[in-house]
Structures are given as C-alpha cells and as structure tokens.
C-alpha cells in the first residue's frame, strides 16, 4: 500500500495537468488572436464640409447638399492640414473629413480639416495605368509607377458616378484615397474622363445670381449657369456669407452635387484673399 500512494498521487497531478491544459485552451479559444493584422470591412470616414461645431455637436455638409448633424466624443482629435489644433481653428466651409465610431456612426472622434493643404493625408492624385478587383496601378505626379492593393469594399466613381473597376480606362486621371498612410489599402477612387476637375469643382468669376441660379465664367470666358438651393453653402474669403454678398467679378470656385454637376452644393467666394482655402 505504502508503494502505491505515489502512483495514485501521480495518476491525479496528471488528471490536474490535463484539465489546465484544457482549460488554457478554452481561455485562448476566447481571446481574439492579434498578431496578424487585419482590415476592417468598412470604412467609417466621411467627407464634406463643417457648416458649424460647438463643444458638442458638427455640423456638416456632405457632397449631396444635405446637412447632418453629428455628436462629438468628449476625446475627439482634431487636425488641421495635418497638425493638431483646436474647435476654433476651425472655420464653416472648410473641407472636412470626419470618423466615426464603429458601433455608433453619429459619434465622431477624429475630425480632419484642410486649409492650405491640397488634400487629405492619404489620398494622392495621379493617372490609371492598370487596375484589377484587387491591385491598382498608377503613375503620380512625378511620373513614377507604384501600386496599391485595392479593398473589396472600395468606392469607385468615374465623372461622379458609381462605376466598376472595369470600366476605368488606362490614362484615366484618377485621385486615390488610401486607409491611412502606413495600411496603404485603397478604399476610394474617382475617376474623370469628361469633367475636367475631381468632385464637379471649377473655378470662375462671378456674373450674378437669381434666387435659383447663379451665373458665372470660366477660366475661358465662357458663361455657365448652375443651379442653386436652399442647403447651397456660400462663403466668402473662408467665412459663412449670403449669395447676395457676392460681387461681379469675383473670383469664385463652385463644388457640384455629385452626380449632377448643374446643381451647387457650395460656392467659395474670394475678395480680399489671394488665394481659396480649400484647394482641389
């Protein structure tokens, strides 16, 4: 008896060992494993421009004309053309892309704006030279060649319109929005064929307006006329303004609606300042 207590004390230090084993297993089964990276399924950003922001609420203007209005978390960041900075440094009708959470899209906690800064951190323009439902080839400014992998969930339009990879021709000029700058995975690309600018923009001189309309020339003399509406933001020199405030000859840049470059969405007027604050 006294040679068998061991064995028997043996038989249960190993039934323990293989129940902690088990359970250790069980635990690890419920951690969610983070060493491999992984890509989120949807993107939670949106662009636009700020119509107005207090210490709790963003208002902002999307590129259909409509206003939305937004709660701020209380560690909200915000960012202007890349640096941080302050809710007062903010000005209405600047262009602004906000994020938001991931289990509450009305709650915002990063808020990016531009001022001098042409675009977005990110996004990059250039020309199409070869794209697949999963790589797309380009050139950029300099010329240079690079390729980006291109998410399954990403927005592709061409001249403003949803459009599909296939339908983008080489050469095209495009402007691609990446993740972020370090996860180079794109998630947007506009593509332009026929419009001559991203996002219906152009630049002009102020003709005059009607209460519906507004009457410009563009860089080649030519009168265009454009559509106005109740949510069209107008600003002038970088503030909030009236459509009246507007003077003939001055230098204005009109974004459309998107997919309908007729209609104005925002109109940027400028008379004491060189040059605009947003920058296409």
């Not at 993107?43 to 421009?49: C, E, L, S, V, W």
């Not at 459009?163 to 506009?190: L, Y």
Request: proline letters at 2%.
């Amino acid at each position: 008896m006294s040679q068998g207590a061991p064995v028997k004390e043996s038989c249960l230090l190993q039934k323990d060992n293989v129940m902690i084993r088990v359970f250790s297993l069980a635990v690890l089964a419920l951690v969610p494993f983070v060493g491999w990276p992984t890509l989120a399924a949807e993107d939670f950003t949106q662009d636009g421009k700020l119509g107005s922001i207090s210490d709790t609420q963003l208002m902002m203007v999307g590129k259909d004309g409509k206003e939305t209005t937004f709660t701020l978390a209380q560690s909200v960041k915000v960012m202007c053309d890349g640096r941080t900075c302050k809710f007062d440094d903010l000005k209405p009708g600047m262009k602004i892309r906000i994020t938001t959470r991931t289990d509450d899209k009305q709650v915002v906690i990063r808020i990016e704006a531009l001022e001098s800064q042409g675009a977005f951190d990110g996004t990059h323009d250039g020309r199409l030279v070869s794209i697949t439902e999963n790589k797309v080839v380009m050139t950029g400014k300099n010329g240079k060649e690079h390729s980006h992998p291109l998410a399954s969930y990403a927005k592709l339009t061409c001249d403003g319109q949803p459009c599909k990879w296939d339908e983008m021709k080489p050469g095209t000029k495009i402007r691609v929005t990446t993740k972020t700058e370090k996860t180079q995975w794109v998630v947007r690309i506009e593509a332009i064929d026929k419009q001559e600018m991203f996002n219906g923009t152009q630049d002009g001189k102020f003709v005059s307006n009607t209460e519906s309309k507004v009457l410009l020339t563009d860089k080649d003399g030519k009168e265009r006329t454009l559509n106005l509406s109740a949510n069209t933001v107008v600003t002038c020199d970088g503030r909030i303004c009236k459509i009246d405030d507007l003077k003939a000859g001055m230098r204005i840049r009109i974004t459309a609606l998107t997919g309908d470059i007729k209609s104005a969405i925002h109109i940027e007027a400028l008379d004491k300042q060189e040059a605009f604050a947003v920058l296409n």
